[in-house]
């Protein structure tokens, strides 16, 4: 059984490594790329949608569904290619079930529906003319 101490070799996973600060991308993705912007994009709307402060969990899930959806958008962009697979197909449906899963079980419900302007209900109604001049 190995223990802490025996850990010497190689850089120790901790509290404050670097493949945790840097949240989504990890170590795996640079940052400046494409996907590394679209993984950090991702990332930043729905710990915004979970109130901004999300729980350990809840990080978790985030990091999941970021990473599948970037799997999502690479599969799209490989369908407009015209090089899809009975097994891209297969694996395509298996990410879509998951995301759809995922995003369920973090919570996240419709945005609620955007108040009507006020301005526009005014300005909507029929002009009333009084008989008086």
Known sequence: ???AASQSVGTPLGPHCRALRRGVIGDAIDGRSREGKFLR??????VAQTGGEPSFAQRLLVRRI?????????????????NWTDHDARTYGGLSNALRLMLRE????????????????????????????
């Open 1 to 3: 059984m190995k223990t």
């Open 66 to 82: 970021a990473r599948a959806m970037l799997k999502l958008e690479l599969f799209d962009a490989k369908m407009a290619g015209n």
């Open 41 to 46: 994009k991702c990332e930043a709307e729905l």
């Open 106 to 133: 973090l919570g996240l419900k419709a945005a609620p529906a955007a108040k009507p302007n006020p301005l526009v209900e005014h300005f909507s109604r029929p002009v009333r003319r009084s008989a008086t001049p």
